[in-house]
């Protein structure tokens, strides 16, 4: 997570989905023991065929990387959210704001007029 949280924020879901992606790749080769089911992971794309859910909402979301219990929120402006769902408190382990909430006051939206 501590990968995650030192990175650039997000602009795009797409971006968020590839440094959690990418992330997650890295971490898990340079383990002791690799995930056997790594390789699923690999390929992964947003796509309901690989497990997403709303993908025309926001946010969409996968209820289980790679069988671990962590679900994952990927919101359209770069915002993503990991969060425990194993367990009953079902505690957010990182929430990243995107690009456009971590340059604005507050986590707000500033629009010109």
């Given at each position: 997570?501590?990968?995650?949280?030192?990175?650039?924020?997000?602009?795009?879901?797409?971006?968020?989905?590839?440094?959690?992606?990418?992330?997650?790749?890295?971490?898990?080769?340079?383990?002791?023991?690799?995930?056997q089911g790594?390789?699923?992971?690999?390929?992964?794309?947003?796509?309901?065929?690989?497990?997403?859910?709303?993908?025309?909402?926001?946010?969409?979301?996968?209820?289980?990387?790679?069988?671990?219990?962590?679900?994952?929120?990927?919101?359209?402006?770069?915002?993503?959210?990991?969060?425990?769902?194993?367990?009953?408190?079902?505690?957010?382990?990182?929430?990243?704001?995107?690009?456009?909430?971590?340059?604005?006051?507050?986590?707000?939206?500033?629009f010109?007029?």
């Amino acid at each position: 997570m501590a990968a995650l949280e030192k990175a650039e924020p997000c602009s795009s879901r797409q971006a968020a989905f590839e440094l959690v992606h990418s992330t997650w790749l890295e971490v898990n080769s340079a383990s002791i023991i690799p995930d056997q089911g790594i390789d699923a992971f690999r390929n992964m794309q947003i796509c309901a065929e690989d497990g997403w859910q709303n993908l025309d909402g926001d946010p969409c979301f996968l209820t289980s990387i790679e069988h671990t219990g962590l679900g994952l929120y990927l919101h359209n402006n770069g915002t993503f959210v990991i969060q425990d769902l194993s367990c009953a408190s079902c505690q957010i382990l990182i929430a990243k704001l995107g690009v456009r909430q971590a340059l604005s006051p507050a986590g707000f939206h500033l629009f010109a007029v």
